[in-house]
């Protein structure tokens, strides 16, 4: 099966620092990659859709200048946290897209826990 | 605006037995409804997809079903096993860009 990695798999961070997280897809070409955000006892929340090369598209309330992501290539794109505040701490999870059969098909990462003290 | 509920936050059932849960939609038309499971601090895994067009989708000891009059699947598990212990989540996809839109999950906790 498709399998998509995540790098760091768990952050500790100061208050305004950045931290920049990397989602890979291993074994297929993700043209679509999602990155979505997870508090405790919740459920994932969509923050962004990125094509590779244009620029991403981000969802209600989720501040493009303070997520930053990059979609450079069909197998990588990176979310950066910046200034990252406690606020920010949650379970940040990426999937890599491809369409079958007319519908979406999301392989997820295993995530990536960031704490910000 | 769109809503997904998912039944219960927990639900608790014997090994053996069949776990039923249950995901309804507001104000949503969804082309397909997917079922993942995730276990604690990792990320979702896909399960079953269900078009809007069919009314029951099997796996092993896995079966869905999709109402889109009453808005609602059905998700079974059936002889559950301690091993089934987890959370599920239901995401219904429709509209542009393929976003999938996730429901709150049931964590199922299955004993012996």
């Known amino acids: 099966g498709a399998v998509v990695s995540q790098h760091p798999s768990w952050v500790i961070c100061k208050s305004g620092t950045s931290v920049k997280i990397e989602c890979r897809s291993l074994d297929f070409q993700a043209t679509t990659m999602f990155w979505y955000r997870q508090f405790p006892k919740q459920s994932l929340m969509l923050m962004a859709t990125s094509n590779e090369g244009s620029k991403a598209t981000y969802e209600q309330g989720v501040e493009k200048d303070k997520f930053l992501i990059n979609h450079a290539s069909l197998t990588l794109s990176t979310l950066t946290v910046t200034s990252a505040h406690p606020e920010d701490s949650s379970f940040y999870i990426c999937?890599?897209?491809?369409?079958?059969?007319?519908?979406?098909?999301?392989?997820f990462g295993p995530g990536t826990r960031l704490t910000v003290l | 605006s769109q809503k997904i509920e998912q039944n219960s936050e927990a639900l608790n059932i014997q090994e053996g037995k069949t776990a039923t849960l249950t995901c309804n939609y507001t104000n949503y038309s969804p082309a397909y409804l997917q079922w993942y499971r995730q276990d604690p601090g990792r990320g979702p895994v896909f399960l079953l997809l269900i078009r809007e067009n069919e009314k029951e989708k099997r796996k092993e000891r896995l079966k869905v079903t999709f109402d889109t009059t009453l808005k609602q699947s059905l998700f079974h598990i059936t002889a559950s096993q301690p091993a089934d212990s987890a959370t599920y989540l239901c995401a219904l996809e429709g509209g542009t860009a393929s976003k999938l839109t996730f429901g709150t999950g049931t964590r199922l906790q299955v004993t012996l």
């Open positions: 999937s890599g897209g491809s369409m079958g059969q007319g519908h979406s098909r999301q392989f």
